[in-house]
């Protein structure tokens, strides 16, 4: 009879069972399966491999670029321009549409290879022991009750339980976020309620063997292992649009009913209120909606994410999904991890305590050592730099993190290892149970003196007296108690602290274990992971801005709150929660505590994801690292995901829509900084376009709803849009950050695109255009002399539209407050726009100056124009400098109401 998988257990707790019986829960054997066995359960179970879901070609992605109801306009209004012959408008709208879709399919092809990474870490062959014989088969044709072979080097290739362990070591880091080498033990037996990091008689997929050798029965394969089910997640996980993308794609569809509806209005009042011709009025109508849509909006909003991606990558932070550069602007919360991120992810020593007399004495690493080195400092900083297994040679190190942080300590107190001439006799070396480390060393002149290093409370029980530097004296239980209550303040601040003692050794002969109880304690020192040169300042700057730091950390919630209250972060016992707390928590009452909390402690991968959902249930747009493999799912859950360049695995990397190339925190204030910019940016561009085009379809509206005759033709309409649309409109993404970009509170999600200050801006400045343009039209007479009133508004309208581009630079305060060439690509193309806009009209008249006699008006004959004299061109450059004046009046009479009312709030109160 056929097993199922379910009879073969694979779903068992292998870290809470012996190794026997795993594999007799497995119907395997110390010498593996038979292939006929293997082959069935290959059947069974599949192969093992990372399963990647149904991907969409890259056809579908790019005609679902055109499915947006703007753009099907944007395609009619190309269309209905090459049929005009208004062939470089055409041109211009098919390539805005191109490009922007070229953009959204590279983006949505590229976003996620997170598969694809995870697959490259897995092992392409194993070596199995198959009828008691060692056999190396591909990695894919394993299966549960497989026993494979391990040894220093190896990519483990699938989860299994580990039944031989010998002095074995596994790198996690990339699956567990644990940086440190983990000792593997096979006879261990754990609750099942152990922490995955915890779990060490286990090997899992994708990890890799650093020392030792070993065999493990495999248990789960494929999609099974931890591995894969990172894998199922990233896959499930749908990333959800940014808040942008939601609130442009509404705005479009408004506008987009909008501009039909104001080309079906003009229609029916031309036809019925003035009795034109129908085809003439479509015509009309056609142009006007082709006016009123902002065909630059796409690439200008392409261009300023893109702009900013450019900016963040000169300083450190790459941007992988361009709609993730707004969202930076949205930013509420930024969870972000404590190793590395906040701190330097490089222990270093803080302080030392040493003996003067009979009192224990304290310096910090800034202070200077005695002019003579007692000898008890001598000998702890000795002892310091031989009782020790890590390495320092140049830039690069090798070691434990602690004794590296030992070792850094000692070089920089000149007590170089190499420099000190002494050979290593033993060693005991530390293991959890003595909590110590022993060596024996031995200089040119006989001398033989032992060091040791270990946890204070060990050491101080093992130390008969102490050196104070001139003498030996016994340490009697008052001087115990007073030196562990200076140690446990030192640990209160989250240093790691290590006592040093030392017993010179007379005679030829010795026992180790004898002399570990005749020590002479010389001092102590305290480490810690420092927080990073600037990240105090950054998290300053988030307070100022309105956004909201969390820590998350897999460290101690001590650890944390130490480090937390260096660097800014509100910290005492209630804005804590533990892993162990959310274990117990569901996402709906996590969703109710968060906005109190502020640390998150001995969290793992998964609660993070739990984090993120909690942040989105209350509305906020929140920024989450990480830089392991487990990290992926909450990085691709994020509003935005920022991996770690330096420490990062290849899968966050993938996963994430942001990498920070330097590791810092003071980068993501940067980056959210330059994603307000890009916002304002895009903010100040639909200001500019929606002003001019309400006054292009305004003044064709009111000269018909006036019994006037149009006072624009199509191409000179389609024209308009071409000047005003084309560079000065593009040129206002690279716009400068404003002042006090970082002291405003965040935007809010959820507020609409277009705000009420922005209509009340369009309105004004666009009716004013308005009036202004019509008042020309009146002024130069449309009924004597139709040719040069028509001109008359087509040169003010864009001449007054240039203008209003300097306008929107500032929405709050003078144009003359800011350099008019601190962004010089809007002036330069201001000026080009500007000669481009007087040779359509004046065009025909310089070609005859310079000696084309023969000549004829092609120009003004294609645009309908006739050149203009001086005095209309100072009307007209009159009417553009008005543009300014007036948003000047506005501003005036702005600042004077909200100075009125700051002193009326602050006298009331």
Not at 63 to 86: M, T
Request: with cysteine; proline share 4%; net charge negative.
């Amino acid at each position: 009879m056929t097993e199922t998988p379910t009879q073969i257990l694979i779903d068992k707790p292998y870290h809470s069972v012996n190794k026997y019986q795993a594999l007799e829960f497995l119907r395997s054997s110390p010498k593996g399966l038979t292939e006929e066995e293997a082959q069935r359960r290959l059947e069974i179970f599949g192969h093992n491999q990372l399963e990647e879901g149904e991907k969409t070609s890259i056809w579908q992605i790019f005609l679902e670029q055109f499915k947006d109801l703007l753009v099907i306009i944007l395609l009619f209004a190309a269309i209905y321009s090459a049929f005009e012959g208004s062939y470089n408008e055409a041109l211009l709208i098919a390539v805005i549409l191109v490009l922007n879709a070229i953009v959204g399919v590279y983006q949505e092809w590229k976003a996620d290879r997170a598969i694809e990474a995870l697959r490259a870490m897995t092992a392409p062959v194993s070596r199995v022991l198959r009828d008691g014989v060692v056999k190396e088969i591909p990695s894919e044709l394993l299966v549960p009750g497989d026993v494979v072979l391990l040894e220093a080097g190896d990519r483990i290739p699938a989860d299994g339980r580990l039944i031989e362990a010998f002095n074995l070591r596994t790198e996690e880091g990339a699956l567990t976020g644990e940086s440190t080498e983990v000792n593997k033990s096979s006879e261990m037996v754990f609750p099942q309620r152990t922490a995955l990091p915890d779990r060490t008689n286990l090997v899992f997929m994708g990890t890799h063997v650093t020392f030792g050798r070993g065999k493990a029965v495999i248990f789960a394969t494929g999609m099974q292992t931890e591995m894969g089910k990172i894998a199922e997640a990233v896959q499930t996980i749908e990333e959800e649009p940014t808040p942008f993308q939601v609130r442009f794609e509404k705005f479009g569809k408004q506008l987009g009913y909008l501009i039909l509806g104001i080309a079906a209005i003009v229609v029916i009042a031309g036809v019925t209120l003035q009795g034109e011709d129908l085809l003439f009025m479509i015509e009309i109508g056609v142009s006007m909606a082709v006016a009123a849509i902002p065909e630059g909006l796409p690439i200008v909003i392409t261009l300023a994410l893109a702009l900013g991606v450019q900016r963040m990558a000169r300083r450190n932070a790459i941007v992988k999904k361009l709609p993730t550069v707004e969202s930076l602007g949205s930013a509420t919360v930024i969870c972000s991890d404590k190793t590395g991120t906040l701190t330097m992810h490089r222990m270093t020593v803080t302080d030392v305590v040493y003996f003067q007399d009979r009192n224990p004495k304290q310096l910090s690493r800034n202070d200077n050592f005695p002019n003579e080195i007692p000898l008890n400092l001598k000998r702890m900083y000795e002892g310091a730099a031989l009782c020790i297994n890590a390495s320092i040679n140049g830039e690069e190190e090798h070691g434990d993190p602690t004794e590296l942080a030992i070792l850094r300590e000692a070089i920089h107190r000149g007590f170089d290892p190499n420099k000190i001439v002494a050979t290593r006799l033993d060693e005991i070396p530390f293991d959890s149970e003595r909590k110590r480390m022993t060596v024996v060393m031995e200089y040119p002149d006989g001398k033989r003196i032992a060091y040791m290093k270990g946890a204070p409370e060990v050491l101080l029980d093992l130390c008969h007296a102490f050196d104070n530097g001139k003498e030996i004296l016994p340490i009697n239980d008052d001087l115990r108690e007073r030196l562990m209550t200076q140690v446990e303040a030192m640990a209160s601040k989250a240093l790691r602290v290590l006592a040093f003692a030392y017993h010179e050794l007379k005679e030829e002969a010795y026992n180790v274990y004898e002399f570990e109880k005749k020590m002479v304690l010389a001092g102590f020192m305290g480490m810690i992971d420092p927080p990073k040169p600037g990240v105090k300042e950054a998290i300053q700057a988030c307070n100022t801005a309105g956004i909201k730091v969390k820590m998350v950390t897999g460290d101690h919630a001590k650890t944390a709150i130490a480090i937390a209250r260096q660097i800014g972060i509100p910290a005492d016992d209630d804005s804590v929660i533990t892993g162990h707390d959310l274990d117990e928590m569901s996402v709906e009452e996590l969703t109710e505590k968060i906005e109190h909390v502020s640390i998150f402690a001995r969290i793992s991968p998964i609660h993070k994801l739990n984090i993120v959902r909690a942040l989105k249930n209350r509305g906020e747009v929140g920024a989450m690292t990480g830089d392991g493999v487990n990290d992926a799912p909450a990085l691709k859950g994020a509003d935005i995901g920022i991996a770690m360049g330096i420490t990062g695995t290849d899968v966050s990397k993938e996963t994430a829509s942001i990498v920070l190339a330097d590791d810092n925190f003071a980068t993501i204030v940067m980056a959210i900084e330059e994603g307000r910019t890009v916002f304002e940016n895009i903010n100040k561009f639909i200001r500019y376009m929606f002003s001019s085009n309400f006054a292009e379809v305004m003044v064709v509206f009111l000269a018909i709803l006036f019994g006037w005759p149009p006072p624009l033709v199509a191409v000179q309409i389609l024209w308009i849009n071409l000047i005003t649309d084309g560079a000065p409109a593009l040129a206002m993404s690279a716009e400068p950050p404003e002042e006090d970009v970082m002291q405003r509170p965040p935007r809010d999600p959820q507020a609409p695109l277009m705000s009420l200050d922005m209509m009340l801006y369009i309105l004004r400045i666009g009716m004013f255009i308005t009036i202004v343009t019509l008042g020309l039209y009146y002024y130069t007479g449309y009924e004597e002399n139709y040719l040069k009133a028509s001109t008359m508004v087509f040169a003010s309208l864009s001449i007054m539209q240039l203008f209003n581009a300097f306008n929107v630079r500032h929405l709050k305060t003078s144009v003359l407050n800011k350099s008019i060439f601190a962004n010089r690509s809007l002036v330069i193309a201001t000026i080009g726009a500007l000669f481009a806009q007087i040779f359509v009209i004046q065009g025909d008249r310089w070609i005859r100056w310079i000696g084309n006699s023969g000549h004829t008006n092609t120009i003004g004959a294609t645009f309908h124009t006739v050149p203009l004299d001086l005095k209309e061109w100072g009307l007209v450059f009159l009417a553009g400098i008005s543009t300014i004046l007036i948003e000047e009046l506005a501003k005036l009479i702005k600042s004077i109401v909200e100075h009125q009312q700051r002193r009326k709030d602050t006298s009331s109160v």
